[in-house]
T-cell receptor, first 112, second 112 residues
Framework: NAGVTQTPKFQVLKTGQSMTLQCAQD?????MSWYRQDPGMGLRLIHY???????DQGEVPNGYNVSRSTTEDFPLRLLSAAPSQTSVYFC???????????FGPGTRLTVT | AQSVTQLGSHVSVSEGALVLLRCNYS??????LFWYVQYPNQGLQLLLK??????LVKGINGFEAEFKKSETSFHLTKPSAHMSDAAEYFC??????????FGTGTSLTVIP
C-alpha cells in the first residue's frame, strides 16, 4: 500500500513549456485534489475530482488542466508554464466528502 | 467562499510549555474542520478532525482542539511541547466536504 505517489519530485521548466505532474493512489479513494503551496499563502486548491470522469475547479485553476479517467490517477497538466507557477504541488486523496485527506510527498516545480 | 485565519505565522515556545495555535474560520453552516502538520520537505499529515460528535477533539502526539461555534474558532493545543513538535501547522475547513480551504500556516519553533 503506497498511499499517494507523485512524480517527479523535482522539475525545472522554461517559460512556455508544458508538462504533466503525475498523481496516483492505491486506496480506492473517490476524491482527489491538487494544491499548490507558496510561502505565506498556505495551500490553495487548483482542481479536484469526486470520482472518475468528474472534475471541478478550485480556487486557482487558471493555467492548469486535469482529467480523471480512472479512480487511481489524477494528472495535472501545465499547458504553458509561467514563472508564477513556480511552487510546490501536492496531490491528495480522500475516501469521501469531509474525510481525511492523504497527501503525496509533493513536486517542487521551478519555471525560469 | 470559506476562509481560514491562523493568527501568528510564527510561534516559539520553550520545551515543556503549552502550545496554542489559533484558527478562526468563516462558515455559515457546520463545517468540517481539520488540523494538519507538515514536517520539512514532506507532505501534510492529519493531526485531528472535528466530527461534530464532541467539541473537544483529541488527535495524535498529544494534540487536541476545541470547536467553539460561537467564536468560530478551532484552536490547537498541547500541554507540553516537545522538540519533535517543531513543524508547520495548517488549519483547514470545508462546508461541503469537497472544497477545502487552508490557512496560511503557523511555523512552530520549540526552544530547548
Amino acid at each position: 500500500n503506497a498511499g499517494v505517489t507523485q512524480t517527479p519530485k523535482f522539475q525545472v521548466l522554461k517559460t512556455g513549456q508544458s508538462m504533466t505532474l503525475q498523481c496516483a493512489q492505491d486506496m480506492n479513494h473517490e476524491y482527489m485534489s491538487w494544491y499548490r503551496q507558496d510561502p505565506g499563502m498556505g495551500l490553495r486548491l487548483i482542481h479536484y475530482s469526486v470520482g472518475a470522469g468528474i472534475t471541478d475547479q478550485g480556487e486557482v485553476p487558471n493555467g492548469y488542466n486535469v482529467s480523471r479517467s480512472t479512480t487511481e490517477d489524477f494528472p495535472l497538466r501545465l499547458l504553458s508554464a509561467a514563472p508564477s507557477q513556480t511552487s510546490v504541488y501536492f496531490c491528495a486523496s480522500a475516501g469521501g466528502p469531509g474525510y481525511e485527506q492523504y497527501f503525496g510527498p509533493g513536486t517542487r516545480l521551478t519555471v525560469t | 467562499a470559506q476562509s481560514v485565519t491562523q493568527l501568528g505565522s510564527h510561534v516559539s515556545v520553550s520545551e515543556g510549555a503549552l502550545v496554542l495555535l489559533r484558527c478562526n474560520y468563516s462558515s455559515s453552516v457546520p463545517p468540517y474542520l481539520f488540523w494538519y502538520v507538515q514536517y520539512p520537505n514532506q507532505g501534510l499529515q492529519l493531526l485531528l478532525k472535528y466530527t461534530s460528535a464532541a467539541t473537544l477533539v483529541k488527535g495524535i502526539n498529544g494534540f487536541e482542539a476545541e470547536f467553539k461555534k460561537s467564536e468560530t474558532s478551532f484552536h490547537l493545543t498541547k500541554p507540553s511541547a516537545h522538540m519533535s513538535d517543531a513543524a508547520e501547522y495548517f488549519c483547514a475547513v470545508s462546508d461541503t466536504g469537497n472544497q477545502f480551504y487552508f490557512g496560511t500556516g503557523t511555523s512552530l519553533t520549540v526552544i530547548p
